[in-house]
């Protein structure tokens, strides 16, 4: 069974771009949640996806939003990029829950400029 | 939900030794324990967890143990081989309604061969 698959694995932006981070969990997984990593910081969760709809929220500002489709891939958006967003977005896929054992792709490594 | 901490940031050993990872956490209602290995340019990786009602888990090379008396979470790996060089994260989390788990900062372990 194929892992949770994160694209793009880099990017590099300027501060102002905006930018759409791409999930795909593993097959039969309903949940997507997404954190960002810091060295600062360590793991810090953005928000998770059921069934199309975002069940939490973690404490970060509007500028980061998400969406889950019907395939359970899901897509997170930074827009107005800031330097401070420079992280690796990880996400994670689990059965029903992001209460559960979660399964990390290898995320996508930002740098804003 | 409430902070999860790691008493070291960083553990060197060398290979054949026994590791220990040491983590606390705050909210003495958490009832489910989730160890995590993320390598270099990986996500996160499951290894072991344990469930309130039990005080240790083993699996391969490596042990959990659980005090809820001191709220407190260790892992041990036993006979410590290079591969086992990562950051370890310790996860703390409230099964069933929508907790969102908390992870710890991170130990990173170095194996010296």
């Known amino acids: 069974k194929a892992g949770v698959t994160q694209t793009p694995r880099y990017l590099i932006k300027t501060r102002g771009q905006q930018v759409t981070l791409s999930c795909s969990p593993i097959s039969g997984h309903r949940s997507v949640s997404w954190y960002q990593q810091t060295p600062g910081q360590g793991l810090q969760f953005l928000f998770e996806y059921f069934s199309e709809t975002q069940r939490n929220k973690g404490n970060f500002p509007g500028r980061f939003s998400g969406r889950q489709f019907s395939n359970s891939r899901s897509e997170m958006n930074v827009s107005t990029l800031e330097l401070g967003d420079s992280a690796l977005y990880l996400c994670?896929?689990?059965?029903?829950?992001?209460?559960?054992?979660?399964?990390f792709g290898s995320g996508t490594q930002l740098s804003v400029l | 939900g409430e902070s999860v901490g790691l008493h070291l940031p960083t553990l060197s050993v060398q290979e054949g030794d026994n590791s220990i990872i040491n983590c606390a956490y705050s909210?003495?209602?958490?009832?489910?324990f989730i160890w995590y290995k993320q390598e270099s340019g990986k996500g996160p990786q499951f290894i072991i967890d344990?469930?309130?009602?039990?005080d240790k888990r083993q699996g391969q090379r490596v042990t959990v143990l659980l005090n809820k008396t001191v709220k407190h979470l260790s892992l041990q790996i036993a006979a410590t081989q290079p591969g086992d060089s990562a950051v370890y994260f310790c996860a703390e989390q409230l099964s069933g309604g929508s907790y969102i788990p908390t992870f710890g900062r991170g130990t990173s372990l170095i194996v010296h061969p």
């Open positions: 909210n003495s209602a958490s009832d489910y």
């Open positions: 344990i469930r309130s009602n039990m």
């Open positions: 994670a896929s689990s059965l029903k829950s992001s209460n559960e054992k979660l399964f």
